[in-house]
Nanobody, 116 residues
Framework: QVQLVESGGGLVRPGGSLRLSCAAS????????MSWYRQAPGKERVLVAF????????NYADSVKGRFIISRDDAKSTVYLQMNSLKPEDTAVYYC?????????WGQGTQVTVSS
């Protein structure tokens, strides 16, 4: 059974930091590229960060470049999103995604709220 379980969300003040984790099971994690998406209320789900299956390539949305870092630990089948200098506009539900040719998996999401 494939599972992606996100954790680490919560309430943080502007300028603060959070680290999201996504623990994967039920598939060969090391063969999948991993991404973080987010969806704010009333808006579409958008890509935030991407990391290739071998970890050698990463990409970020312009809105988070220089503030967020995506990483992966294949030994733990886990992908991380380190979020620094958080802004109110980063408030959203954050989703983990695993993708390979013909296969695509999603987690249930974790809420991140940035507010004073």
């Amino acid at each position: 059974q494939v599972q992606l379980v996100e954790s680490g969300g919560g309430l943080v003040r502007p300028g603060g930091s959070l680290r999201l984790s996504c623990a994967a099971s039920g598939f060969t994690f090391s063969k999948y590229a991993m991404s973080w998406y987010r969806q704010a209320p009333g808006k579409e789900r958008v890509l935030v960060a991407f990391i290739s299956s071998n970890g050698g390539s990463t990409n970020y949305a312009d809105s988070v470049k220089g503030r967020f870092i995506i990483s992966r630990d294949d030994a733990k089948s886990t992908v991380y999103l380190q979020m620094n200098s958080l802004k109110p506009e980063d408030t959203a539900v954050y989703y983990c995604n695993a993708i390979q040719v013909l296969q695509d998996y999603w987690g249930q999401g974790t809420q991140v709220t940035v507010s004073s």
